[in-house]
């Protein structure tokens, strides 16, 4: 059984910074492209990027480019996502999904939600 | 720039049809895929490549494509079906985008 399961919530101060993880089972961690989406409280899907842990390959969406770090360490077929000062508009729910055929997303985490507040 | 439209609300009586439409220039050369999120829930994968089920999704659950324009259809809709639903779809250049949603509210 396919399953992302992902680190806890998070209360941080603004300029903070901040690791979420992922962690994958049941499939091939290394060969599938595993993505991240923000969804604000109240707002829709956002993409954030994806990455290929085979090869490290990483395709940030133009809105969070230089915004968050993805990454991943296939020994452990788990996926990060992380910031280096937090600011109060990355509050949010974060999820990973993995993608399947490059073109859409088969499963999801749970979501991990992050408040950044003073 | 890369956009999908989606109708921000939909209405329905138990027993009818919800028709959701997702619209997108990327859509007349790329699938459109859907997904249902249910209040404080992830996102369940609905549909892939238009119209395709995943394992485990109703049958009333059905999609098509027409131009830059897919269709979500809910046939018979149950009131567990209230819930936000996204379309979303890749670009050419490797980048993938969600529609903005659109709430099913099951009168």
């Keep these: 059984e396919v399953q992302l399961v992902q680190s806890g919530a998070e209360v941080k101060k603004p300029g903070e910074s901040l690791k979420i993880s992922c962690k994958g089972s049941g499939y091939s961690f290394s060969t599938y492209w595993i993505g991240w989406v923000r969804q604000m409280p109240g707002k829709g899907l956002e993409w954030m990027g994806i990455m290929y842990p085979s090869d490290s390959d990483i395709r940030y969406s133009p809105s969070f480019e230089g915004q968050v770090t993805i990454s991943a360490d296939k020994s452990i077929t788990t996926a990060y996502l992380q910031w280096s000062s937090l600011k109060a508009s990355d509050t949010a729910m974060y999820y990973c999904a993995r993608l399947t055929g490059v073109d859409y997303f088969d499963y999801w985490g749970q979501g991990t939600l992050v408040t950044v507040s003073s | ?107």
Excluded: M, N
């Excluded at chain 2, 989606?6 to 028709?19: E, I, K, L, M, Y």
């Excluded at chain 2, 404080?40 to 089920?53: H, N």
């Excluded at chain 2, 809910?74 to 779809?89: F, K, L, M, N, T």
């Design chain 2, 1 to 107: 720039s890369y956009e999908l439209t989606q109708p921000p609300s939909v209405s329905v009586s138990p027993g009818q049809t919800a028709r959701i439409t997702c619209s997108g220039d990327a859509l007349a050369k790329q699938y459109g895929y859907w997904y249902q999120q249910k209040p404080g829930q992830a996102p369940v994968l609905l549909l892939y490549k238009d119209s395709e089920r995943p394992s485990g999704i109703p049958e009333r659950f059905s999609g098509s494509s027409s131009g830059t324009t897919v269709t979500l259809t809910i046939s018979g809709v149950q009131a567990e079906d209230e819930a936000d639903y996204y379309c979303q779809s890749p670009d050419s250049s490797g980048t993938y985008f969600f529609g903005s949603g659109t709430k099913v509210t099951v009168l």
